[in-house]
């Protein structure tokens, strides 16, 4: 992360809410184009996350604490705060000397953006400002939130509009809405009687899938671009009689991840 940092631009896209069983239940189906030619090797990497809910988990990973791979550790990280015997913080981690990784970014020469999604960014409280405060710029619109059927395109949208007008390195973030729940409308013939479920959550990333190569483009237009996308947690659907999220389940902890860098122009 040292040879990327200030070379690259960089994107984190966060997909909130996504089960890792259905992400990789559509990426080997090839029901996942556009994210299988981006992820190293077309496939997920099987992580947990930091936290069980939205606020939680990203608390951690804007901290540099992304989802550790699902395996005994310690695992090196990519970013890391400066922090007295850190045993993930390796000669390969980019440190900073910041509370938080969009303000070790600032500090490195990047203009940070954040495209909010779920509730915890729409600004709207103290609370729902906590997180977009992290960033110099920070959006979030209706069109963004949980209900819109086309939030994602809607975000990418402003995401371009905020990337044309910077100069110098980007640190994007992303938040994506669309698997959270309400997803029903992203199942063809979906009805909100018959409500949420593994199906419509898989026809949500499947819209995101959809779209997601335009933020690929945008971030490597002007210089190589590095990403990350994954999950800040799962969601029940009725596993052990649990729904939701912000419980210790299998289907919440563990989460999808793809880490990898862009081309210059590749995604055009």
């Known amino acids: 992360m040292n040879e990327i940092v200030g070379s690259h631009d960089l994107l984190l896209v966060t997909l909130d809410t996504l089960r890792h069983d259905v992400a990789e239940e559509l990426i080997a189906a090839g029901r996942l184009p556009t994210l299988a030619a981006a992820l190293p090797g077309g496939r997920w990497e099987r992580r947990h996350s930091p936290g ?12 540099g604490f992304l989802p550790t791979p ?10 890391a705060a400066a922090f007295p015997g850190s045993e993930t913080t390796t000669p390969g981690t980019w440190v900073f000397d910041a509370a938080d990784l969009p303000g070790g970014l600032a500090a490195a020469g990047y203009h940070t953006i954040c495209v909010g999604g ?3 960014f729409n600004k709207l409280t103290p ?17 963004f939130g ?13 995401a371009e509009r905020a990337v044309a007008g910077a100069r110098g390195p980007v640190f994007l973030f992303v938040n994506v809405s669309a698997l959270h729940q309400p997803n029903w409308f992203h199942l063809p013939g979906g009805t909100p009687e018959e409500g949420d479920g593994p199906r419509s959550h898989a026809a949500a990333l499947e819209y995101v899938d959809r779209h997601i190569g335009r933020l690929f483009a945008l971030m ?11 999950s800040d947690h799962g969601t029940a659907y009725g ?17 999808p991840y793809g880490e990898f860098t ?7």
């Open 70 to 79: 699902a395996a005994p550790g310690p695992h090196p990280r990519p970013f």
């Open 220 to 230: 490597s237009e002007r210089r190589p671009g590095y990403a990350i996308v994954c």
């Open 127 to 143: 609370l729902g400002s906590a997180l977009p405060a992290l960033f110099a710029e920070s959006h979030w619109e209706p069109e």
């Open 52 to 63: 069980s809910f939205t606020y939680a988990a990203h608390a951690a990973i804007l901290a």
């Open 118 to 120: 779920v509730g915890f």
């Open 262 to 268: 862009m081309e210059r122009g590749r995604w055009r």
């Open 239 to 255: 596993e052990d009689g649990y729904v939701g999220h912000r419980i210790g389940h299998e289907v919440v902890w563990t989460v």
């Open 146 to 158: 949980v209900t819109a059927p086309a939030s994602f395109e809607a975000q990418i949208a402003c």
